[in-house]
């Protein structure tokens, strides 16, 4: 049973989310659906680069991810569909796949190319579907377009490094469900840079010296639970997707607040990590 998935930016009180699964289903009645997200910010393109991302490579090879953010066709603003990683990948040529491209190689991209054969005003429920349901009964991609070699880029996509590498300045691309700051900056390139040493990480006027494993690690559990007032904490960790996350231990923002709101960070801020030099001393 072929597997698509939805990745949005509708909402759900309108009707788009709803009517693009009813025309998946007038097709191919016995497909499975599966939101994943349709609460991505307007034309947040950044956001749902995070989001696809990290949630893809969980579902099975062969799935077939349709991106509806951002996707009126207009002369800057194409079609196309993406094999990659043994997934495949249905959105505008916007950047929202330069995320996934920048660390696996995409096996095959066209640009879509059906729509003189489609009259729409809304090309997810129009084109994207017609494409994603002729991969689900086996279809090439080069039937529904033309093969090209690169994507549209993203961009600050990848942190800024200094000459000395002493500094990288990564920028917020994400805010999550508890308000938790989710940077560009992934561990593998974090590690590169650091190479053991210590450091310092800047968001405003906030400073963190460690990375946690996890939110809890902030805890000192050998303190009785009434008095360690261990909610609302300020932390750094690297999240589930491996990225740089400020976060607030049990954040609320009803009660104790969140990274985004205490710290009065937003989209497209800068986080700066400082690596300290080792002081060297004539013996």
């Known amino acids: 049973m072929a597997i698509i998935t939805l990745t949005t930016d509708f ?4 009707h788009f989310a709803g009517a693009t699964k009813g025309a998946i289903y007038s097709e191919l009645p016995d497909v499975k659906i599966v939101d994943i997200s349709h609460s991505v910010s307007p034309f947040n393109i950044p956001e749902a680069a995070y989001i696809i991302q990290n949630a893809y490579r969980i579902f099975p090879k062969g799935t ?3 991106i509806g953010i951002d996707s009126e066709i207009n002369q800057e603003n194409k079609h196309i569909a993406i094999k990659l990683d043994d997934h495949y990948f249905i959105c505008a040529n916007n950047g929202i796949m330069s995320m996934i491209c920048s660390e696996i190689a995409p096996e095959k991209i066209v640009e879509i190319n059906i729509h003189d054969k489609i009259q ?5 429920l129009d084109v994207f579907v017609k494409v994603a349901c002729h991969i689900a009964r086996g279809g090439t991609l080069e039937v529904i377009g033309k093969t090209i070699d690169a994507i549209k880029p993203i961009k600050n996509i990848v942190p800024y490094v200094n000459d000395d590498k002493t500094q990288i300045i990564g920028s917020v691309i994400y805010i999550d469900n508890y308000g938790n700051v989710v940077t560009n900056i992934k561990r593998s390139f974090f590690e590169t ?3 053991g040493r210590a450091f310092e990480i800047s968001a405003r006027n906030y400073k963190f010296k460690k990375i946690y494993n996890k939110y809890s690690d902030i805890v ?3 303190i009785p639970e009434d008095r360690r007032h261990d909610e609302g904490k300020g932390l750094v960790v690297f999240n589930s997707g491996d990225f740089l996350e400020i976060a607030v ?3 609320n923002t009803a009660t104790v607040g969140s990274a985004s709101s205490l710290m009065g960070m937003r989209i497209m801020d800068t986080v700066s990590v400082n690596f300290i030099k080792e002081e060297i001393y004539a013996s």
Not at 11 to 14: F, H, L, Q, S, T
Not at 120 to 124: C, G, L, Q, R
């Open 11 to 14: 909402g759900e009180k309108d």
């Open 64 to 66: 077939i991810h349709i």
């Open 120 to 124: 729409t005003s809304f090309p997810v």
């Open 193 to 195: 840079i650091q190479k």
């Open 220 to 222: 000192n559990f050998e």
């Open 249 to 251: 231990y049990k954040s």
